[in-house]
């Protein structure tokens, strides 16, 4: 289980570990870290949209909704500044690999 820094905007604002890119968004609730892909078809989850009564992330691929709940939870992550540092787990249980920053563009849905 990796522990990554990195910036929460701009660029290195996401982080790639064993190949699962994670971003750290802000919704009117609050910020958290989240994978920047849609667990059903690997869409671009960064890109998505609050669904109407702001409970779900639309994914822009399929359309389908994911509970914001569930992605707030998903990843232990404390921020301080313009950095979060989070506790990224391997899936797979390999060896993970050095972790990778790049940027990612946020939909102004995450980007409150």
Request: glycine share 12%; net charge positive; proline share 10%.
């Amino acid at each position: 289980m990796p522990v990554v820094t990195f910036s929460t905007a701009g660029r290195g604002n996401c982080v790639v570990v064993a190949g699962v890119p994670y971003v750290y968004a802000r919704t009117p609730d609050g910020g958290f870290v989240m994978p920047a892909q849609c667990p059903h078809r690997g869409g671009p989850l960064h890109l998505g949209r609050l669904a109407p009564n702001g409970k779900r992330l639309v994914c822009p691929w399929h359309g389908g909704g994911i509970s914001l709940t569930r992605l707030r939870h998903q990843v232990p992550a404390v921020r301080s500044g313009d950095r979060v540092t989070a506790v990224l787990t391997d899936k797979d249980g390999a060896a993970a690999s050095e972790p990778r920053r790049e940027y990612r563009p946020l939909s102004a849905d995450l980007s409150a």
